[in-house]
T-cell receptor, first 115, second 112 residues
Framework: AQSVTQLGSHVSVSEGALVLLRCNYS??????LFWYVQYPNQGLQLLLK??????LVKGINGFEAEFKKSETSFHLTKPSAHMSDAAEYFC?????????????FGDGTTLTVKP | NAGVTQTPKFRVLKTGQSMTLLCAQD?????MYWYRQDPGMGLRLIHY???????AKGEVPDGYNVSRLKKQNFLLGLESAAPSQTSVYFC???????????FGPGTRLTVT
């Protein structure tokens, strides 16, 4: 069975500071990994994804994440936080070719950006 | 191209009442999913469908039923609402060729 753990349900940073949101996963097969962002009162939007190939993936709004198989991690980073980055972020894992491609989501991390 | 839409956006039910939530997608996606989102619990899969006419149970299916009579629509029914079903419900879809999901804006349901 696959699972996702997001360390820290709330993260607070100052505007211009580094953003680091942590995600660890478990999967019995090579995973597809995703980060989604949810702004207040909206649905989730895809931020970035890792499928195969390059382990450092870039997404929208200046975010990037690195797949580290040895650490079973997929942490999300952004060099300089902006006020508009305040949202809830979800890490997700999908097993390939099984279970109808269902994704398992972490519990989410709420990012607060202080001026 | 509207993507994934959900109807209604808000609803208040009394315990024991029934209702149906409608999800529609115009992207010709094969797979569709219903989730509920509760504070601190992320998204939990209720039911899903791998194609028209097929449905399957997810992680938390009790108290819900679904139907997918048309490829573009996925209905979620509550037969007898309970306060524990107060939640925000999200529908999502994806194509066969990709594992990323496209989400609707959500339905906020309160059961009193």
């Amino acid at each position: 069975a696959q699972s996702v753990t997001q360390l820290g349900s709330h993260v607070s940073v100052s505007e211009g500071a580094l953003v680091l949101l942590r995600c660890n996963y478990s999967s019995s097969v090579p995973p597809y990994l995703f980060w989604y962002v949810q702004y207040p009162n909206q649905g989730l939007q895809l931020l970035l994804k890792y499928t195969t190939g390059a382990t450092l993936v870039k997404g929208i709004n200046g975010f990037e994440a690195e797949f580290k198989k040895s650490e079973t991690s997929f942490h999300l980073t952004k060099p300089s936080a902006h006020m508009s980055d305040a949202a809830e972020y979800f890490c997700a894992v999908s097993d390939l070719g099984t279970n109808a491609g269902k994704s398992t989501f972490g519990d989410g991390t709420t990012l607060t950006v202080k001026p | 191209n509207a993507g994934v839409t959900q109807t209604p956006k808000f609803r208040v039910l009394k315990t024991g009442q029934s209702m149906t939530l409608l999800c529609a997608q115009d992207m010709n996606h094969e797979y569709m999913y219903w989730y509920r989102q509760d504070p601190g619990m992320g998204l939990r899969l209720i039911h899903y469908s791998v194609g028209e006419g097929t449905t399957a149970k997810g992680e938390v299916p009790d108290g819900y039923n679904v139907s997918r009579l048309k490829k573009q629509n996925f209905l979620l029914g509550l037969e007898s609402a309970a306060p524990s079903q107060t939640s925000v419900y999200f529908c999502a879809s994806r194509p066969m060729s990709s594992y990323e999901q496209y989400f609707g804006p959500g339905t906020r349901l309160t059961v009193t």
